[in-house]
């Protein structure tokens, strides 16, 4: 069992930025991938940034440029460093976690978990 805390969402304006944070506790020694997902009302669930064990990143082609994402194994966390939001970003985000067999490309998922979300909301 893996349990997965967020924190960090919010309201802010265009241009504006937020961290999130996700801390992964249990039975976390499987775990090889981290990152976040967002969905927005009528739009299906995306993937926006990945890191693998070995600091591996990935990000949707769209946040390229202006969010990072960065762990701290020491503490089981992982951050989303969202910058220059824009409305399009307003969605819940969802922190994920788990084992694939290729965690660089997410093929093979073994184990997956997921935290509850949180909302993100850019607007003026």
């Known amino acids: 069992q893996v349990q997965l805390v967020e924190s960090g969402g919010g309201a802010v304006q265009p241009g504006g930025s937020l961290r999130l944070s996700c801390a992964a506790s249990g039975s976390i020694f499987r775990i090889n991938a981290m990152g976040w997902y967002r969905q927005a009302p009528g739009k299906r669930r995306e993937l926006v940034a990945a890191i693998t064990s070995d600091a591996e990143t990935h990000y949707e082609d769209s946040v390229k440029g202006r969010f990072t994402i960065s762990r701290d194994n020491a503490k089981n966390t992982v951050y989303l460093q969202m910058n220059s939001l824009k409305p399009e970003d307003t969605a819940v985000y969802y922190c994920?976690?788990?084992?694939?067999?290729?965690?660089?490309?997410?093929?093979?998922?073994?184990?997956?978990?997921w935290g509850q979300g949180t909302q993100v909301t850019v607007s003026s």
């Open positions: 994920n976690a788990g084992h694939f067999l290729d965690p660089a490309t997410r093929i093979g998922v073994e184990d997956d978990y």
